[in-house]
């Protein structure tokens, strides 16, 4: 962690010559604008302008330009460029002319949030694992949908020819502070996983966003494409995006041992919430396609020994043989996909968890619970038989397309006594610079299903 003076020293000290200030848009995409070191004073100071009104989902901006405020705990070399004459990144807030914060950074909406809640006592610790795939490049260098390998679970090489891709990603990843604890080959072909070390709020989300520019970075260098597609096959398995919560409080950590009455508060209004916020936690097209695949992840429960629940309470005694590894307890959240805002999935999530602590919600949901399936007729890609959800409450269930997601996130835009308002929820914690970028995304994505080359990008 620096200060602004002790980055301003590293700097001048260190053979930098090129600066590049990392910011996310509201839809988790990672953008850059570049300065030369003798403005970096200048950026701390009074920030560095740019024309947000070309940005997607900068929508509403109508003050003019906004500016690029570096935080200069974030300053990391980036490795893969040149060690002489140095490249350096700092990731960044976003401010009007005025100096007020921008409504739609939500980088900075996740920042007030955890010092609100560590205002309160609670100390907070998240940790992602992350899927991704690796494809071929054509002859002329563009992505194909041909994986790298046709390597299953765990598989060594050679059958998994992404080994040396994940160590390269791994260690470039902890030369830039960011800590791997584990990387494997998953289950589908040229399907990669890493689980990374838990930390606060705010750094993992900085972490994840890191670790999917060195995934990529990494795999143009190999001649390969990286894809955080929830869904990029349509017959093999989807990427998912798991976020693992611990909670401690007065020292102890809610989630041990028998299940304080805090903690089921907070998994209580995490699920009670989880079918509004799924729109922001999965918001791709195909996140829904991979939801589908996963009954057990669109019935609303959660459980200790079923690793396929949508919410499950890991490294406990009634998770014998995780616990005996002597980890922290935490909360874990298995619908959310890389597609995702990691700084607004994450909000959201302790967002829900901490009203549901608020308000003394009751877990009446009991763990482990078998849900309810059918087959399908239909096999998976192992010709195993395919399962279906069969249950008649919709409220049980999360959103089987990203229509349903909309409606329950952000209405259906009618007026009159039958329109589907915005989830009160949603609207207490989101502003309309958020939310109007949204429905916007949403609307033009609409439109575009009717033109798309592969409309099954835009299942609904």
């Not at 990391?76 to 807030?93: K, M, N």
């Not at 950590?253 to 509004?276: K, M, P, Q, W, Y």
């Not at 409606?407 to 006594?417: F, H, M, Q, T, V």
Request: aromatic residues 10%; negative net charge.
């Amino acid at each position: 962690m620096y200060t602004k003076e002790e980055a301003l020293s590293y700097i001048q000290e260190n053979d930098v010559k090129f600066i590049k200030l990392f910011f996310t848009d509201i839809f988790g995409s990672t953008k850059s604008l570049s300065i030369q070191p003798s403005e970096l004073e200048r950026a701390f100071e009074t920030g560095i302008p740019f024309d947000a009104s070309a940005m997607n989902g900068f929508l509403n901006v109508t003050r003019g330009d906004l500016l690029l405020v570096p935080d200069p705990a974030t300053l990391c070399v980036l490795p893969w460029r040149p060690q002489t004459g140095r490249v350096v990144r700092f990731y960044c807030s976003l401010r009007h002319a005025d100096g007020t914060g921008f409504e739609g950074d939500v980088r900075a909406l996740l920042r007030k949030q955890v010092r609100e809640l560590n205002e309160q006592g609670y100390e907070i610790s998240i940790g992602t694992k992350c899927e991704f795939y690796l494809f071929r490049l054509d002859e002329k260098g563009n992505p194909t949908l041909t994986p790298q390998d046709n390597a299953g679970y765990c598989d060594l090489a050679p059958r998994d020819r992404g080994e040396n891709v994940r160590r390269e990603i791994c260690l470039t990843l902890e030369q830039m502070g960011v800590h791997p604890e584990s990387s494997h080959h998953e289950k589908g072909p040229g399907q990669n996983q890493v689980d990374f070390r838990a930390g606060d709020p705010l750094t993992s989300a900085d972490n994840l966003q890191t670790f999917k520019t060195v995934v990529r970075t990494v795999a143009d260098r190999s001649g390969l494409y990286a894809s955080f597609q929830p869904k990029p096959l349509s017959d093999k398995p989807g990427s998912g995006l798991h976020i693992d919560v611990t909670l401690v409080k007065d020292g102890k950590n809610i989630f041990e041992d028998e299940l304080t009455e805090e903690a089921r508060a907070f998994i209580a209004g995490v699920l009670s919430h989880i079918r509004e916020i799924t729109f922001f936690l999965n918001p791709s097209g195909d996140s829904y396609w991979r939801l589908n695949d996963y009954p057990s992840l669109r019935a609303i429960g959660w459980g200790y020994q079923n690793a396929g629940e949508l919410v499950r309470i890991v490294n406990t005694p009634k998770t014998p043989a995780l616990a005996t590894a002597k980890l922290p307890a935490y909360f874990e959240l298995r619908s959310p996909d890389p597609s995702c805002n990691p700084y607004l999935a994450i909000y959201l999530i302790l967002a829900a968890g901490f009203e549901g602590i608020r308000e003394k919600r009751v877990l009446d949901i009991p763990a482990d619970v078998q849900i309810c399936t059918k087959d399908s007729g239909d096999c998976d890609a192992y010709g195993n038989p395919k399962k279906v959800l069969e249950c008649d409450d919709e409220s049980k269930v999360l959103p089987g397309g990203k229509w349903d997601a909309h409606i329950l996130a952000l209405g259906d835009g009618k007026s009159g006594d039958k329109a589907v308002p915005v989830s009160a929820f949603i609207s207490s914690l989101l502003g309309e610079t958020v939310l109007a970028a949204f429905r916007a995304d949403f609307s033009s994505g609409w439109s575009g299903m009717h033109d798309a080359v592969n409309a099954e990008g835009y299942y609904v």
